[in-house]
């Protein structure tokens, strides 16, 4: 099952269209080496990293990359009072 974050990503990311053929240890290749100080594609590159062990079943290292995509930027969502 592919999540949601790698679905938003192959829109974004061309090389994280590997993760779409199942070549995950290939997506983590190409996600770890790209780099972005967006604050939003950057964390999605590293939970898309994240997706792609959670395939491979390694879910340790799919949570530490989740903990650290999260961590990456702290959004203040607002939101109008009624």
């Known amino acids: ?3 949601l974050s790698v679905r938003i990503c ?3 990311m061309p090389e994280s269209v590997t993760l779409k053929k199942g070549e995950y240890e290939k997506a983590i290749d190409y ?3 790209f780099s972005s100080n967006d604050q939003i594609i950057g964390p999605m590159a590293t939970m898309a990293i994240g ?3 959670m395939e491979l079943k390694q ?3 799919a949570i ?3 903990l650290e995509g999260a961590d990456k930027k702290k959004m203040n969502l607002q ?3 009624f």
Do not use: Q
Request: net charge negative.
């Open 1 to 3: 099952m592919v999540l």
């Open 10 to 12: 192959l829109n974004i």
């Open 31 to 33: 996600l770890e080496d």
């Open 51 to 53: 997706d792609a062990y």
């Open 59 to 61: 879910t340790d290292k």
């Open 64 to 66: 530490d990359y989740y």
């Open 79 to 81: 939101h109008p009072s």
